[in-house]
């Protein structure tokens, strides 16, 4: 079968590439063609564009970056008819491949949407729109189902991908040697993957260093970024290393956590954690009054509860973000609580094998009738 797919960031493009190893066992002829990351290429994927090209964080920063969007919408949809997919493959990316949904719906291409848009945040009318383009939807939240529901629409829900790359896991013995490090309790810091979010979060995860002696604080890098956006940090003394991150998270006592996929990490691998955001004031003025939901994070969306405290805006500043995170350092009741919501979001989310039932889904959808 001839598969295009589409991932555009780094975490989707880690879940896209395991969803790629799993369709492999199911179909031995398989190929694919798109846009993706490194972690796809090296999975067989030929691609037309590297996601890195494309990226934009923020409605003002969408806006002013509209024209590169628009060109690569046109090249992708000028390449998906040149390669004629037996299906196409979306992976999160909600703005670009709700439109890419559309084009391959309006020229009979089979729509596969693993991990959705989160139209259950804002616009929750957008339903309709992906009920309406997209052929087979697999969900990885555990309240999504009952929302897609309301909408007369029955999705799989195939569990949490995490959960497939964390059980693939194994720590490194000599992380503190490799890394040149003390023994002292370490910060996790997770600024983001994005060039435009790591500017924003860093300067106050820097700011709070020197109110914390005996414990030292690593970020966890990533490596398509340009060096320098992690330049703050060092000039501070702090260790920035690369492709390192489940290891930081492994032997951490702590982390201050970027909102998005991390904080999910973060609470699989049971560390403590303070959540933060801050984007532009317009971009922000604008994403408070659409979205809908009461919280940020994944980790308090699927318990439905607060579980880890959320600093937004205004409310992450160096003074809270510091007496937030010497709660979660030692022995508190606070930490205490963070750990056992934790337990409940890991009962919520399950233990399926999320890249094997979607692979098998996908597979099974494209032959029945062959058989």
């Known amino acids: 079968m001839k598969y295009y797919v589409i991932a555009g960031e780094r975490s989707g493009d880690m879940h896209l590439a395991n969803l790629l190893h799993a369709l492999k066992v199911e179909d031995q002829k398989a190929y694919f063609r798109g846009m993706g990351g490194d972690y796809s290429i090296d999975e067989g994927l030929s691609p037309v564009a590297h996601y890195d090209e494309v990226a934009l964080m923020g409605f003002v920063e969408v806006l002013f970056g509209f024209r590169k969007v628009l060109k690569y919408l046109r090249l992708v949809k000028n390449d998906i008819l040149d390669y004629k997919p037996d299906a196409l493959i979306l992976v999160d990316y909600g703005g670009f491949n709700m439109k890419i949904a559309k084009f391959a719906h309006e020229h009979g291409i089979a729509v596969h949407y693993y991990i959705p848009p989160k139209v259950w945040a804002w616009n929750q009318s957008r339903a309709y729109k992906l009920k309406r383009y997209v052929d087979h939807l697999y969900s990885i939240l555990p309240f999504e189902p009952s929302f897609f529901k309301k909408f007369d629409w029955e999705v799989s829900y195939v569990g949490n991908p995490l959960l497939d790359q964390i059980n693939k896991f194994t720590p490194h013995d000599f992380f503190y040697q490799k890394n040149e490090i003390s023994y002292k309790p370490i910060v996790a810091l997770l600024p983001g993957s994005r060039k435009q979010e790591v500017e924003n979060m860093l300067e106050n995860m820097v700011g709070i260093l020197p ?78 009054r659409l979205i809908k939901v009461p919280f940020i994070s994944l980790v308090n969306l699927i318990a439905e509860k607060e579980v880890v405290k959320e600093l937004i805006q205004g409310d992450y500043n160096r003074e809270v973000l510091q007496e937030e995170l010497k709660g979660l350092l030692g022995s508190s009741q606070h930490k205490e609580a963070v750990l056992e919501g934790y337990k409940l979001v890991k009962e919520k989310i399950g233990e399926e094998k999320a890249s094997e039932k979607t692979a098998k889904l996908i597979y099974k959808s494209l032959t029945r009738f062959m058989q």
């Open 211 to 288: 109110a914390f002696p005996n414990v030292q604080f690593m970020i966890a890098g990533v490596k398509n970024l340009p060096t320098e956006v992690y330049d703050p940090a060092r000039k501070s003394g702090i260790k920035v290393i690369f492709d390192q991150t489940y290891d930081l998270l492994h032997y951490a006592n702590a982390a201050v956590v970027t909102s998005g996929t991390a904080t999910l990490e973060t609470a699989l691998f049971n560390v403590p954690q303070v959540v933060v955001y801050k984007t532009s004031s317009i971009s922000y003025a604008i994403a408070k």
